[in-house]
């Protein structure tokens, strides 16, 4: 039978949100370029050429800066879902922990302790099993 489970590391999780939101505030410098060029359109002289010239500068900005936009939602989206999924992943694992120390607490009452310091429990109705290590100080877990 094959090996379903993959390994969440939330710290990696977190640590990619962090970069997202620094990529957007990175964002900011190259926006506010553009918004003082939208607000000051070059002025290159006043014949057929430069006034051609001048406005399709001023389409140029206007359409990087909805580019940009586009990026910065993006960013921004993958940002919440990061944190939705880490969130998500870690109130998992926190209830899986909860969990296992009530069932740690009347297993050592009646028996053996697990000397691996490895934990299976049984999830809900699909019954899955969650294996988490007892020091999961990291938060991350190895969910099947």
């Keep these: 039978m094959a090996d379903h489970s993959f390994f969440v590391h939330l710290q990696s999780l977190s640590n990619f949100a962090s970069e997202l939101q620094t990529q957007l505030a990175g964002m900011a410098t190259p926006i506010g370029h553009l918004d003082s060029m939208t607000g000051s359109p070059m002025q290159l002289g006043d014949f057929g050429e430069a006034n051609a010239l001048a406005a399709a500068n001023q389409a140029a900005v206007a359409e990087m800066t909805e580019l940009l936009g586009q990026v910065q939602q993006a960013i921004s989206f993958a940002e919440n879902i990061t944190n939705t999924v880490a969130t998500g992943y870690?109130?998992?694992?926190?209830?899986?922990?909860?969990?296992?120390?009530?069932?740690?607490?009347?297993?050592?009452?009646?028996?053996?302790?697990?000397?691996?310091?490895?934990?299976?429990?049984?999830?809900?109705?699909?019954?899955?099993?969650?294996?988490?290590?007892?020091?999961?100080?990291?938060?991350?877990?190895?969910?099947?």
């Design 90 to 144: 870690q109130e998992a694992d926190q209830n899986v922990a909860g969990g296992m120390q009530s069932g740690a607490n009347a297993a050592s009452a009646s028996g053996p302790s697990n000397p691996d310091g490895v934990w299976a429990a049984n999830m809900g109705a699909s019954a899955a099993s969650t294996n988490v290590s007892s020091g999961n100080s990291g938060g991350e877990g190895v969910w099947t």
